[in-house]
């Protein structure tokens, strides 16, 4: 194992009416006046924002508030809240909704305290201050509500990128399963399908002896093999989506990634189809990481093969441990397809002649250097090939 640090100081509410708590914790971290983000209308429509203003009024706390993140969140909407911030001289930025406004929030509070332009932060440098941030979770699926990181496109080149700090970790979560029963099936199993590629990203190690690791992935990943599919056939199964919204932050606040290299190339390649395609992150998973898996999973063919027998129950060929390797992304695949999520190019709405394009802006744009690294180190050639695995 390696040598790590781990700070993970976010304050979780977790539970059915857990959002009734929003004024109080928002005056225990400090905030009196505070930005409140949200979406495109879900939480509008589910009454939730009003609960929250409610609460924020009773608690004596002053608000003012930016709808309209996108999924797949955009530079533009974060300038518009960093001058917001400024102007009326909001303390604490408090997110209602998904990963997108989460992540958004992150940007808008990072970008207030900084002097030059906020996409710096996602070109490399580090986030070192930033406004408290407080999260609503609508959705289990990114992880963003308990992660250091924050993913946002710039317009300008739609390039899609990732920032990172200590800084923007949230100072505090409110997670109600409940809030989640409102969600479509093809956003569900997105999000579900998200998680899992975190805890693949994080199995797909180059560190040696990490079993403690190891064992806290594969009982998440069962966990969410058994509980996908019930809430899947009951959007009301309280008890699952309450399993999986837990599962959620614990495959990304990295308590389970700790010691270890981690992959991150699925979700590099993924990230380039979202941008161009606007279509739900964790769908686009669905289509890349079997077609990355198949691609690397010669370069330690046991560690597939790990997986596929302690979490897909696959019989281990000793002689032929490749077939046991793939077999075990074959059961991946067909997971995927049950719970409704696309596995090819014209699924996911991509197009084959785009290839190029996605492969200039994965390996060279905004100034990569021409690969990307992870599990295995990937050049524009072996990307190029990835993607037509996936038409
Ligand atoms: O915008 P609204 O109207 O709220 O609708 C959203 C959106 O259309 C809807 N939704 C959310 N909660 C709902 C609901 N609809 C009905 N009922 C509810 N309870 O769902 C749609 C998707 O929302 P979004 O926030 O985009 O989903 P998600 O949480 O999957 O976030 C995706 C973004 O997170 C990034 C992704 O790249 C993507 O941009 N990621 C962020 C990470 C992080 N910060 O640590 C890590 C992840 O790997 C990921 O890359
Ligand atoms: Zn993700």
Request: net charge negative; proline share 4%.
């Amino acid at each position: 194992m390696e040598n790590f640090t781990f700070y993970s100081p976010t304050y979780f509410e977790f539970g059915k009416g857990s959002e009734s708590k929003t004024g109080e914790l928002v005056r225990r971290f400090g905030g009196s006046k505070v930005l409140i983000h949200y979406g495109g209308g879900s939480v509008v429509r589910s009454g939730l924002l009003d609960r929250v203003k409610k609460s924020l009024d009773a608690a004596g706390l002053g608000w003012v508030e930016l709808g309209g993140v996108k999924p797949n969140p955009r530079s533009g909407l974060v300038y518009e809240g960093i001058d917001l911030c400024r102007k009326e001289k909001v303390d604490l930025v408090l997110a209602v909704g998904g990963g997108s406004t989460i992540d958004s929030a992150k940007a808008i509070a990072a970008g207030t305290l900084y002097d030059g332009d906020f996409w710096d932060f996602y070109t490399g440098r580090e986030i070192e201050k930033a406004l408290p941030v407080g999260t609503i979770l609508t959705i289990a699926a990114a992880g963003s509500e308990g992660s250091p990181d924050s993913v946002i496109t710039k317009e300008e080149g739609m390039f899609k990128r990732g920032g990172h700090g200590d800084a923007i970790r949230p100072r505090f979560s409110i997670l109600d399963p409940a809030l989640t029963q409102t969600l479509p099936p093809y956003q569900t199993a997105a999000g579900i399908t998200d998680i899992m590629a975190h805890l693949h990203e994080r199995y797909l190690t180059n560190t040696k002896d990490v079993e403690v690791t190891d064992r806290l992935i594969e009982g998440l990943l069962l966990t969410m093999i058994h509980e996908g599919p019930r809430v899947i056939k009951d959007p009301n199964d309280y008890e699952a989506r309450a399993n999986i919204m837990w599962a959620g932050m614990l495959a990304h606040n990295n308590v389970a990634g700790v010691g270890r290299s981690q992959d991150w190339n699925s979700h590099n390649i993924e990230h380039e189809l979202s941008a161009l395609y606007d279509c739900a992150h964790g769908a686009g998973l669905a289509v890349t990481m079997p077609a990355v898996f198949k691609y690397v999973y010669r370069h330690d063919v046991m560690r597939f093969a790990k997986l596929a027998v302690r979490v897909w129950g696959c019989q281990m060929d000793f002689d032929h441990p490749e077939v046991t390797a793939l077999a075990g992304i074959e059961a991946l695949e067909n997971f995927l397809r049950s719970i409704g999520m696309p596995l090819t190019f014209a699924e996911l709405g991509a197009k084959e002649e785009d290839i190029p394009k996605l492969v200039e802006a994965l390996c060279y744009g905004d100034g990569r250097p021409g690969s990307i690294s992870g599990f295995v180190t990937l050049n524009a050639d072996d990307c190029t090939k990835i993607y037509k695995m996936m038409v």
